[in-house]
């Protein structure tokens, strides 16, 4: 057991690499990338569910930790981890990536290798970033992460897509420019990349404040573009309404947002609480912003793009509160955030491989026509909206009443016109896309409703949905231990005034529902 | 002390001038109408026995022979090793892609050899007339091969450019030389250092080294002194492309680094702003020019100069890490360049039909292996982590933040952004379909040895960037020996006097 526990990291961001090699070297026939790509990706996931079967829930610190030199100078070790901030994300994108495979599995239709090959390297990125513990290894994904993305979304970009690769890759890459330099004054100052001792060196204040500004600015300024946080949201909808719908559903919010809660506030707390007011006024305006764009746009993958803009500023809202429960809130908003968006993108996937058109305007109709899609589409945009008894209401509700009580009843009340506005764009989506009178597209296509293949990889995402709203205290208490740390040293180098919600506690929001 | 026969010191040297005079032997024996092919054969024979050469040399003493004119270290070694390195990859990419009918192979392939016989030699130099000589054996087989298509308008025009700068930039470094011989009454490196600063006439010191200066950074294709890069360029055949933009200049390095930091170590708070500046001003130029060029080739040569200044961001680094630096950076560069230019021969061909970034489109569709690779060595270029580009710029850049120049770091980076945005227009256009898929060239056939050329610049690439340590290790062992005072330093002004014999 002590072995697998060493080893199961490794395993778990290895396995897609391996898989992307065997899919390189096998003939691209008979589907054969694609059954190598899924059993990957479901063997992964099967891996990935080892680390919450065996996460010890009161043991602090990271976990299956493991820790060679990698490199003798500079010092980059290999070091990987998980904490309770980190682990539902690492299941999350295990689960992600075989749906990812099966929406792919009619969409993709030459080049496959490449595709999968691609697509499994963009795992292991994303692996990478989630369990690195060395920030050289972890901006060595980090950067790794963009380059199947970009290329994927040139290659297999509905209309323009090398125009949105190139946007996509700038705006990215460009802010981990200061990151990196960011990392090597770090080094260069410690003699360290490790995540865990600079985090005690800085707490011990062994920096100069005015430069460690700067580095803690720097890691921000990557963090924020990647969210994306307003007004640094410029590739967003490009993107969305170009990249493969396996990729889209990766892409925004998770990497950033991970890294902000563990690379920003765990590593810079002081410098993060003196920029928090400016990023509760960004997430604020971002919620209302993306929301109000979303209201007026005409094709669904860019509505789809507002409203993730709008529901990432709310987890942003979430961290930089500054309370233990915002924080909370803010992870498990992630995990729903990835559920219902992916599933939002598999539908919108599967009407646009049907009627070949992301203009709302041709759509109507459809619910009878195809009836399954119409009930799954109607539960992911309430799950999005944040119906209780539904993913989205629990983090919403431990956001806006952490902001409401902790924060600022300001800008939680702001905030939460955002939500009302969500429900005006998402269910007037669902009525003009499946309700109304049948509009000329919908006739004169013959009605294909949801196929058994796209159904088993729906059905699960729409059980987590009901499984995340209804038991939130399966996923919190490990979620809990992650954010603590962070939220602990932030209480250590604060006055007492600051001190925010001593007494709120975790299980209020599963009353809250009664 | 049991001396090292001089013999051993160049034996790299002198096992690649054999096999040059055996290849342009059996070219003149062999009858006029046998196929000249074999002769690449025997030249990457010869240059992989001058590798394993100059690796032996490693269980030698460091020091020099041969009069104290040529030293074996470390530091010659890795770019010994390098240099026959990147030669032999561009000997097996010609044996490929010289057409079967083209004249004169014997000649192209002894001329590659000669080439590297100059550019080892010049890495090994501790004496600056040798350097002189060494530079000029080089510079004279690479003019000459970047004419090698006579019969196009471009290729004698390269050569032609190439020969008059170049002979320019090379009558600087002899006019430094000639300066600093003056104002020390030596050329030996070593006394040299030594007996800078307390030269009388401090004057030509510092005129010396700003001419020496020129000369190299010419050499090197550093901004201001780059305008040759481009054109020669694009005129040259594009495997005498692979070696001309790494070979000459990771020996180029090699020579800067030894007058910077041997040489001249008293005077670097005045080459330090100096090399800072040109730092700059070669990334800069470099990537905003490439963002325009249309032609593949052109696009390249700007690359190089960009890289030639993150290169030289490495000599803000003080000492052992800046030359440590420097000379990974050389070697990652070399590998990811040599690697794209067979690339590049492959898809444009020899006579260069598709010279343009338009043309390119598709090619993943056209030719899995060769759009792969090519995105892959993008990747590097643009300095992506696990490729070799990647640890190249982070160790360039980590040792001008040691060495106090976080400025440097942050435009290279910055800069590294702006070269992104061309590498990867590469990139886009090349997973691009081609509308026009009737007039599409056919996909380039991959032989054996362009194969093995290619399999050994992926795998440098790739070692490079994911386990750099043992590379880095010779760096730094070769930084070392270029640091610590020379065992002649210790008895000045007799050292060029041959040491008396047992």
């Known amino acids: 057991m002590n072995a697998i526990n060493q080893s199961i990291l490794t395993l778990i961001l290895l396995l897609p690499l391996a898989g992307a090699v065997l899919v390189a070297l096998v003939p691209d026939r008979r589907k054969l990338p694609n059954w190598i790509a899924l059993i990957t990706a479901l063997v992964t996931f099967g891996l990935t569910l080892h680390l919450p079967a065996h996460f010890v829930l009161n043991q602090g610190g990271f976990q299956f930790e493991i820790n060679m030199p990698w490199i003798e100078n500079p010092a980059i070790f290999y070091h990987l981890g998980v904490d309770g901030l980190s682990l539902w994300l690492v299941v999350l994108t295990g689960l992600l990536a075989p749906v990812g495979v099966v929406a792919s599995w009619n969409a993709i239709t030459e080049r496959r290798k490449v595709f999968y090959a691609l697509f499994l390297v963009q795992q292991t990125a994303m692996f990478g970033v989630f369990l690195s513990l060395d920030l050289m290894l972890y901006y060595g994904f980090w950067e790794l992460s963009l380059v199947p993305m970009a290329v994927l979304i040139a290659m297999y970009g509905r209309k323009d897509g090398p125009k949105a690769a190139l946007k996509f890759f700038l705006f990215t890459f460009i802010p981990s420019a200061p990151l990196l330099v960011a990392i090597l004054w770090l080094y260069a100052r410690t003699g360290s990349f490790d995540f865990v001792t600079l985090q005690i060196l800085i707490a011990h204040g062994n920096f100069p404040a005015g430069p460690l500004c700067w580095i803690a600015l720097a890691f921000l300024f990557a963090f924020a573009v990647k969210v994306p946080i307003f007004p640094l949201h410029g590739w967003l909808a490009d993107t969305f309404s170009e990249a493969p719908v396996a990729l889209a559903m990766v892409v925004a919010g998770k990497l950033g947002l991970y890294s902000m809660l563990r690379f920003h506030i765990g590593l810079f707390p002081q410098q993060a609480l003196a920029l928090a007011p400016l990023l509760i006024a960004l997430a604020v305006i971002g919620v209302l912003y993306g929301a109000c764009l979303a209201l007026v746009q005409r094709d669904f993958w860019r509505l789809l793009a507002f409203a993730a803009l709008s529901h990432l500023s709310l987890i942003v809202l979430g961290i930089y509160g500054f309370t233990l429960t915002g924080m909370s809130g803010a992870v498990f908003q992630i995990l729903s955030h990835g559920v219902v968006d992916g599933a939002l993108f598999l539908l919108l996937g599967f009407l646009y491989d049907r009627y070949a058109s992301s203009q709302i305007g041709d759509y109507g109709g459809l619910a009878g026509k195809l009836p399954r899609a119409a009930t799954l589409f109607v539960l992911a945009s309430l799950a999005m909206i944040g119906l209780p008894f539904l993913s989205g209401f629990v983090g919403e509700f431990l956001i806006f009443s952490s902001t409401f009580i902790g924060v600022s009843r300001g800008w939680a009340i702001a905030a939460s016109l955002g939500v009302i506005l969500g429900a005006v764009y998402m269910l007037s989506l669902v009525q003009h896309l499946f309700y109304g009178p049948e509009s000329a597209l919908a006739a004169s296509k013959p009605a294909k409703d949801i196929r058994f293949g796209e159904l088993a990889i729906l059905a699960p995402l729409a059980v987590l949905m009901l499984a995340l709203g209804v038991t939130p205290s399966l996923w919190l208490p490990s979620i809990q231990t992650g954010v603590h740390p962070p939220q602990a040293k932030v209480s250590a180098v604060l006055p007492p005034s600051v001190l925010l919600l001593p007494s709120f506690s975790i299980p209020s929001p599963g009353e809250g529902q009664r | ?502």
């Open chain 2, 1 to 502: 002390m049991n001396p090292v026969p001089d013999i051993f010191r160049i034996l790299p040297e002198l096992v690649l001038t054999l096999t040059g005079v055996a290849v342009m032997l059996i070219d003149a024996t062999l009858p006029a109408a046998w196929p000249r092919r074999s002769l690449g054969w025997v030249a990457a024979i010869g240059t992989t026995l001058a590798l394993w050469a100059s690796l032996w040399q490693l269980s030698l003493p460091v020091g020099t022979g041969f009069y104290s004119t040529v030293e074996t270290s470390p530091f010659t070694v890795f770019f010994h090793v390098l240099i026959c390195g990147i030669v032999l990859v561009a000997l097996l990419l010609s044996l490929d892609t010289l057409p079967e009918d083209s004249h004169h192979q014997g000649e192209f392939y002894a001329l590659i050899v000669f080439g590297a016989v100059g550019m080892c030699l010049l890495t090994g130099a501790v004496e600056l007339l040798l350097v002189f000589i060494a530079l000029e054996i080089s510079s004279i087989s690479t003019y000459i091969l970047a004419g090698y298509r006579k019969d196009t308008g471009r290729g004698p025009e390269a050569a032609i450019k190439y020969f008059l700068l170049g002979s320019f930039a090379t009558g600087f470094l002899l006019y430094g030389i000639a300066l600093i011989f003056g104002a020390t009454g030596t050329t030996q490196i070593y006394e040299i250092s030594y007996l800078v600063p307390s030269a009388p006439n401090h004057l030509f010191v510092l005129a010396g080294l700003a001419l020496m200066l020129v000369g190299i950074l010419f050499k090197v294709s550093a901004a201001p002194f780059h305008v040759w890069t481009p054109d020669v360029y694009e005129g040259a055949p594009s495997p005498v492309v692979a070696l001309l933009s790494t070979a000459p200049k990771a020996a180029a390095f090699a020579l800067l680094l030894r007058v910077v930091y041997e040489m001249f170590p008293s005077l670097h708070s005045l080459w330090s702003p100096l090399l800072w500046i040109v730092a700059v001003l070669s990334m800069t130029v470099g990537n905003l020019a490439a963002l325009r060029q249309q032609n593949v080739k052109r696009m390249l040569a700007y690359s190089s100069i960009a890289h030639a200044g993150y290169l030289l961001a490495a000599f803000a680094g003080l000492g052992n890490s800046g030359i440590a630096a420097a000379s990974f950076y050389t070697a990652a560069y070399a590998a990811m360049n040599v690697g794209i230019f067979a690339v590049i021969t492959l898809v444009s061909g020899y006579d260069e039909q598709l010279p343009l970034v338009e043309d390119y489109r598709g090619l993943i569709y056209r030719s899995p292996l060769l759009g792969s690779l090519l995105i892959f060595f993008l990747v590097s270029l643009v300095g992506i982590p696990f490729t070799g580009g990647f640890f190249g710029k982070f160790y360039s850049f980590s040792a001008a933040v040691s060495g106090g120049a976080i400025w440097l770091a942050i435009i290279g980076l910055l800069n590294s952004g702006l070269a992104a945005g061309y590498y990867l227009r590469l990139v886009l256009t090349s997973v691009q379909r081609n509308a026009d898929r009737k007039n599409e060239a056919p996909a380039p056939q991959v032989g054996v040895a362009v194969g093995a050329a290619l399999l050994l610049a992926v795998a440098a690439t790739l070692v490079l960037g994911i386990v750099p340590g043992e590379v880095l290790r010779a760096a730094e062992s070769g930084a070392h020996t270029l640091q610590a005072p020379p065992p002649q330093a210790a008895t000045p002004g007799i050292a060029v006097e041959p040491q008396p014999q047992p």
